[in-house]
């Protein structure tokens, strides 16, 4: 009977501990969203830091993302946030139609007064640390390059490992 006792007297213990260690490992902290969206923006910035002629005197980003990405909104609003820290300009969601019909782009040229960031693919490997990202970066006719950049997720955090496909014009 004694022993009966203390397993209903410790029955709601540990009851309690595993419901505790079950709401600490739930995803809450932006730590992880940022873990999430890390290997976007380090695409992002190598696409921005490449042909850096397109960059002259751009005035403002925008970002669009393909509908098969697979980010959340609170993602892609990480990345905006990110991208006008970093480079501390205007952040727009405009397609290229939009920024024409916003009139932002040289009136004289069809050249754009900032850079349109489209997130295109992303391709997950079946190794879950490895994914490639489609990203392209648009100012001209003359002036736009897409790049497949293939990320893995190494020593605690996203690194760049290689490049497939590029298209420049």
Known sequence: MAI???SLFLLPIVIVMLLASAC???NTGSSSSKELVAPYLLALDELISTDTALNTNMEYISLVLNEGVPLTKPDKQAIEEYLQDKYNLRIYNYTYEQLID?????QDTTM???I???IEKQNQS???NKMAIEVSKYRANEGAIAIEIILAYQQGQWEIIGYGQMRQS
């Open 102 to 106: 916003q009139k932002l782009y040289e």
């Open 112 to 114: 754009l007064k900032g």
């Open 24 to 26: 600490t490992s739930v």
């Open 126 to 128: 079946d190794d879950q």
């Open 4 to 6: 009966k006792a203390k």
């Open 116 to 118: 349109l960031l489209s």
